[in-house]
């Protein structure tokens, strides 16, 4: 099945704002590598969904993202779910280490969240976005606003985001 690609982005402050001349862009891409991804999961409801990527559509994004900024000067670092809710994010920045990266068992966000809002904060580039793929809601956040704030994500962020939804069935939109 085709995932398909929903697309919302969410400007910080009034809108993307470019690098300036001769600056170079930091771009965090939060990838969810949790297992509703590659295989079939059930709902709470007992309802068994596809799985929402198994093409690895999210993957061949991340190619996209890296693949643009290849000799730019631009950085891309990806961010994936650790395997558990206590488990540190892995870091990936080239295509075979993300091809590499193993699925997991849970949609932990809370601390590869905190990861790119920490790469971020210490980069020096001139301009800054926070990317993520994912498809579905967090395991360990209790409140929604809790990954905005975790992220630290306010009308004066010094950072652009955009999120990309995919989902493998109409069901699992309206989890």
């Avoid at 099945?1 to 910080?12: D, F, H, N, R, Y």
């Avoid at 670092?77 to 920045?93: K, R």
């Avoid at 699925?103 to 601390?111: N, S």
């Avoid at 990954?147 to 955009?162: A, E, I, K, N, V």
């Amino acid at each position: 099945m085709v995932s398909m690609w929903v697309a919302l982005m969410l400007a910080a402050g009034s809108g993307p704002v470019p690098a300036p001349p001769g600056q170079s862009s930091e771009v965090v891409l939060v990838l969810d590598t949790s297992c509703s991804m590659a295989v079939p999961f059930q709902t709470d409801q007992g309802k068994t969904l596809p799985p929402n990527d198994p093409d690895r559509a999210a993957v061949l994004g991340v190619e996209i993202v890296q693949g643009l900024t290849k000799g730019s000067g631009d950085a891309v670092t990806v961010v994936s779910f650790g395997e558990s809710q206590d488990a540190s994010p892995h870091q990936s920045s080239t295509p075979d280490e993300v091809k590499a990266l193993h699925y997991v068992g849970g949609t932990f966000f809370k601390k590869p969240l905190i990861e790119a809002k920490s790469l971020l904060d210490a980069s020096g580039r001139g301009h800054k976005m926070f990317v993520f793929f994912t498809d579905g809601a967090p395991e360990d956040l209790q409140n929604p606003m809790e990954g905005p704030q975790t992220l630290g994500l306010t009308p004066q962020s010094p950072f652009d985001t955009l999120i990309i939804g995919l989902y493998g069935s109409d069901d699992a939109k309206g989890l």
